[in-house]
Structures are given as C-alpha cells and as structure tokens.
C-alpha cells in the first residue's frame, strides 16, 4: 500500500502525502501546506518536504511526505509524477489507494486522503450527487468525493494536467488497463485447474518476497477465499496467526468454519467479539480512519478486527478479490433476467437490474430526501455510474461483463480501498492475494461455463483448490458476513438511532427527510424489511458519523422522540402492535 512520488527524477514512497503544483504566490501556498500539515497532527518540521522553485514557463511545486513506507513492493498503488510542465497521478486497477485533488485558481492540490485536503477548503459544501450516489451503493462514485470541488481519480485510470502561459489546461485521462474478456478462451478444464493453482501460487509468493521471520495475520472469515490465502501462506513456510470475528448468539456464527480451517491448517486462531458495545465505541474512530463514507454493516466489525491483529502482527492477508475476480457474487438472477429480456432488449433494463443488486435506497428518492435536494437528485440517473463498467464492448458473454463491473464497482471502490484505510489506521500493511494482476488478467480467459457449473458458483477455483482445503469448506455454498445489523438497532444501538438520527437533527441537516428512520423501523419505506432494516439504518448512521469524524461538525445530542425515548424492549413492542394493527 504505497504511493510512489516522483519528481525530478528522484522516486521515494510514502501512504500519506499533501501537496501542491501550478502558478501562483509561492509563499501563500507553502502557508496553506503548513496549516494543512499541522492541522493533521503532523509537524512539517519532523518530515522530509520538496518543493521546487517557479521558472518563467513553469509550474513549481510543493510537498510534504508524512509517512514513509518500508518494505518491498510489486509495483505501487499510486503515482504522482511532476515536473514543470506537466502534473500526472495515477492509480492501479484494484483500487487499493485512493488518491484525491482540486483545483483552486492556477494550483492542483493532491493528496493520499480527502481529510488532509479540508484545512484547504474555503467553505466545505457536501456534493448532493455523492450523496445521492451514497444512498444508492453505500460508497460514493468515483471521481465524486462527499465534497464539493474535491475529486478522486478513478481506479485503472491516469491523469495529465500541463502548464503552459501561467494557465492549467484541462486534465487529460486514459486507461491503463482495461478488464475485458479474451478473444482466446481456455476451455480445457484440466489444463485451466492447473494454471490457476500456479497462478495462485505465484501471486502469494510474490506477496511475501519482503517479509522476515516474523508472523503474518490472516483475516479468516472461514469462507472459500480468505481459506484459500492461510493454505497457501502456510505451504508457502510463513508464520500465520488468524483472525476472526465473533458475533456472539446475534446473527449467522461464522467462527466455527474458521475454526475448522485454523485446526485443518494447526495455526491459531483469534476470535475478536464484535459486541453492541465495542460497536458503539468503535463508531467514530471507524468513520475516522476509512476517511470517506461507506455504508456496509462489516466495516465497524472489521476496524475491531485490525486493532486485535495490529498487536501481534504488522502485515495482514485477507481473501478480498475474490469473489469480484471469480464470480463469487449471486449472478444467476441477473443472468436469467437477461435471458427474460432477450426478445426485447433494453441496456437501461438490465442496469437497473445490476443497480438492484447493491440492495440499497435507490428508488427511494422522494421519500427518503427534503424536497429541495429531490428536485436537485431527480436531474442525475445512478445507471451513468455504472455504464462504463457494465460496457457490452468489453465482454461477449453475460459473466464476464458482470466480473468486469464487480471489479470496477464493488471491489475497486468499495471493498479494496475500506480495507486499506482500516488497515493503515491500526498500523497494518494489507495485503490481497487476489488482487494479482497476471491471475485477473488470466481470469479473463476462462469461459462463463467454468465459473458457473449448474447452481455452483466459481466452479473453476473449488477446482483448483480441492487438494489444499476440507471438501466441506470447498463446496460450502456462498454466505455473506451475518453482520447483526437489524438486530443491533432494535436492541443496543436503539438510543444511538435516537441521537444520530432523530428528526430535528436531520431537518437541521437538510438532506434526508426527518421522519425518514422512524419510517424504515416501522416497516413503512417501500419493501424494506427484514435485515434490509438495520443495513438502511447503517447507511445513514455511518453517513452522520463520517460527518461528525472527518467534517469535525459537531455530534447531535439525544433529542426527545416518542420512540426512540423508549427503552428498546418497550419500542419493539410498540413495532409489533404496529404492525398488527397494520394487519387487521
């Protein structure tokens, strides 16, 4: 996880880094840089700084570099090249770092997160459109950033900005990379089963080249692919410790199936309780460290799970990629959705289908924003979001299209980069196997049939791995993380939904519409039910705590709500006679 930084010739690599490149007052820039520094809690003084004076034709340039990373690495996740005419960021295809910039006048300010930006900012303004797209997929789209004027560059993709006459041109952008399905596919099963496991092979050794003697963590989860990455580790010789999180008798327990992989593998194995409490507490440092806001349920759980493992170890592996790279996600209802739609095509059908899939408040927009911001929402479609990565150019068939946009959507804005901002908070260099360029790129030669073998989803890797793992962990059908969500907010975290979300906060706020909570616990928001209950309270909760964490606005305090003032055993029977008395 390292950002390389270029200038003059002269690479180093850091994870945390602000600075600045274009035309203006020099000293007044190096001011802002300062401010920014210290604002972050670092002192300019202790840490390496570069800056480059103005020649007549030129950009000049100023940095501070935070944080120093040690180690060996493949290729880096970023890149941010500079000299005097040009400015060029990048970032690999996976996802793993984000990287963010604005332009003020004739000055591009670029940094490793969005947070060292805002002491910059002149008037932080929430961007309406990620907050819509937040709502739809539980992270923003790239480039969007929650704030206004502050962009990111997309995952895969470079950027070029020259400096010419005192003036920054536009920025030009290309891809580095591009998923698509080969026009040679490998339908041999055999030979594919044995590429693949040489594949997976090289891409562990290659991630423990600059590792010493000492223990490696794994985050085991007991799944298919976080089990394939601790075999592999341990036939490789490497110390492994593993990790896993406990949900006591709330939710689906998973820590059995990572006890019988750590037993299966004789190493041991951390169970991490993940309580209401420990929840509560971590709620604010999470939304704290992943810098952006993302909705999903697992990441307060998976911020406890770095911070048990950062004392014992300081590389972690993890099986993230996986699913995205072997179609590991419930593609059938998209397929036979396409095949229902095949007498009458329709591209913007079958995006709203794939838009289904994120399971979040799209198609809500009038019930869940104030008026004011629905007029403004109505005017932006989420489909143009994902029209790039859903793109029939770069895939014949319906599987490999479906890879391509899980790739681009879910794993490089979603799951990569929250792992590698919770990791980095505690210490941890993260580390995913399956985010190995050869083997995706590989991955895009296996026919669909491969992947899909009947109701059996990514058929080709249980293949492949059959002589590493317990058959009963092998062909175990797909299970997501239990993540007790709707449990939780009925229960120890009803008075938490009182004070984050309660109506007079929300109407100050002026973005959701005030009654919009008490609608989605008494069941009355569209079709929501069930655990898509608490996984919608979760998505605005960690929205207010990004505000409060990153934006510093000040946390709300409890305000009177005839139900939220409830103690949660009285409010759940005041659900239930609701609902009955619905039903009658």
């Not at 004739?106 to 961007?127: K, M, R, T």
């Not at 005192?166 to 594919?192: K, V």
């Not at 989420?382 to 770069?394: M, N, S, V």
């Amino acid at each position: 996880m390292w950002i390389c930084l270029d200038w003059g010739g002269c690479p180093q690599r850091f994870n945390r880094i602000i600075g600045y490149w274009g035309g203006g007052q020099q000293a007044e820039l190096e001011k802002r840089l300062s401010y920014a520094v210290n604002a972050a809690g670092e002192s300019p003084s202790t840490h390496p700084q570069y800056s480059a004076s103005q020649n007549p034709n030129g950009a000049f340039w100023g940095m501070a570099c935070l944080r120093p990373t040690e180690g060996e690495g493949a290729g880096p996740d970023a890149w941010i090249r500079v000299d005097e005419q040009t400015l060029i960021m990048g970032r690999e295809p996976f996802g793993r770092v984000p990287l963010y910039w604005m332009q003020m006048d004739q000055v591009i300010w670029f940094a490793s997160h969005l947070s060292l930006l805002l002491p910059i900012v002149d008037g932080i303004e929430i961007s309406l459109p990620a907050v819509y797209g937040y709502s739809c997929f539980s992270y923003v789209p790239t480039p969007l950033t929650p704030v206004a004027g502050i962009f990111t560059i997309s995952t895969g993709v470079e950027q070029t900005w020259t400096f010419h006459n005192g003036a920054i041109a536009a920025p030009q952008w290309q891809r580095s990379l591009e998923w698509q399905e080969s026009p040679q596919p490998l339908e041999d099963e055999p030979t594919a089963i044995d590429q693949l496991q040489t594949l997976l092979k090289n891409s562990i050794q290659g991630q423990i080249a600059d590792l010493n003697q000492g223990p490696v963590g794994i985050f085991l989860s007991g799944g298919l692919d976080s089990s394939i990455v601790a075999a592999l580790l341990v036939q490789a010789g490497v110390k492994v410790r593993a990790y896993t999180l406990d949900f006591g008798s709330a939710g689906i327990p998973e820590h059995p199936y990572a006890q019988a992989i750590a037993d299966f593998l004789k190493i041991p194995l951390v169970r991490v309780k993940a309580t209401p409490r420990r929840i509560r507490q971590a709620l604010i440092p999470t939304a704290q460290a992943l810098d952006l806001p993302f909705g999903d349920g697992v990441t307060v759980p998976l911020f406890l799970l770095g911070q048990t493992a950062s004392q014992e170890v300081k590389v972690i592996f993890n099986g993230e990629g996986g699913d995205q790279l072997f179609a590991g996600w419930t593609n059938k209802p998209l397929i036979a959705a396409s095949i229902y739609q095949t007498e009458h095509p329709s591209e913007r059908d079958f995006t709203q289908q794939y838009l289904r899939t994120f399971h979040r408040l799209w198609g809500y927009e009038s019930q869940i924003f104030q008026p004011e911001v629905y007029a403004q929402v109505k005017q932006w479609l989420p489909q143009d979001w994902l029209k790039d990565a859903l793109d029939p150019a770069f895939g014949r068939s319906l599987l490999h299209r479906l890879r391509r946009a899980n790739l681009m959507l879910k794993g490089a804005q979603n799951i990569h980069p929250r792992a590698t901002r919770l990791g980095l908070a505690h210490g941890l260099e993260v580390r995913s196997p399956f985010c190995d360029l050869p083997l995706a790129q590989w991955a895009f030669r296996i026919p669909g049939e491969l992947y899909l073998r009947g109701s059996c989803e990514k058929y080709i890797l249980k293949r492949a791995v059959e002589p590493w793992l317990p058959p009963e962990i092998v062909w175990r059908p797909k299970r997501g993380m239990g993540v007790p969500l709707t449990s939780w907010c009925f229960d120890e975290l009803w008075h938490e939904l009182g004070r984050w979300l309660n109506p007079k906060y929300l109407q100050q706020e002026g973005i959701w519409q005030p009654d919009l909570v008490t609608r989605i616990v008494l069941g009355k928001l569209g079709t929501i039910q069930g655990r898509r209950i608490g996984e919608s309270l979760w998505l605005l909760l960690m929205w207010q705590a990004w505000r409060s964490a990153v934006l510093k606005e000040p946390g709300p305090h409890f305000s009177w709500h005839p139900l939220f003032s409830l103690p949660s055993w009285l409010g759940r029977l005041y659900l239930q006679f609701h609902r009955n008395t619905e039903s009658w």
